[in-house]
């Protein structure tokens, strides 16, 4: 390892701070617009999870894996916190955790669960309302009302 390489390495460890609580060594610096650490190493852009994760097995990320985080802190850059994976253990993960995205939680829902509740009563009650006509009614597409009414989106309600 070179001295440029050693310089970076502790340029990078200095930007983690440990969180006593968690144990995550939090990246405390830049951000990629994802939420994840960001850090300029060996001549290009890395996220550094991932950066982390190399450091210290001494080697690159194996062809088609991620890394994945037990903490669910994308600042967090603890190499015991983190392991490779698929991008399917990924979502495992995502949902057995309930960490995915549903109904109003979903940053681009555009209904609310108390109005896909009105949807499915008006659509189930009346005779005059259509999708056409609930989708003018509620601003979204007449495509939107159908999956509602057919619960294939907003299951749970």
Not at 22 to 43: H, I, K, N, V
Not at 90 to 101: C, G, I, L, P, V
Not at 137 to 157: A, C, D, F, P, Q
């Amino acid at each position: 390892m070179t001295r440029t390489q050693e310089a970076q390495i502790a340029h990078f460890h200095a930007g983690c701070l440990l969180n006593d609580t968690t144990g995550c060594l939090e990246w405390q610096r830049g951000l990629f617009t994802d939420g994840y650490g960001a850090f300029y190493y060996q001549g290009k852009d890395m996220k550094t999870h991932r950066l982390s994760f190399e450091l210290f097995h001494g080697r690159q990320i194996a062809e088609g894996m991620i890394i994945l985080h037990s903490c669910d802190n994308r600042k967090c850059c603890n190499p015991s916190h983190l392991r490779e994976g698929t991008t399917q253990e990924n979502m495992d993960d995502m949902t057995s955790r309930n960490r995915q995205a549903n109904g109003e939680t979903n940053g681009s829902s555009k209904l609310t669960a108390v109005q896909v509740l009105e949807i499915r009563e008006k659509y189930a009650t009346r005779e005059d309302c259509t999708l056409k006509v609930l989708g003018a009614e509620y601003g979204v597409h007449y495509s939107l009302i159908s999956y509602i009414v057919n619960n294939k989106i907003w299951t749970r309600l």
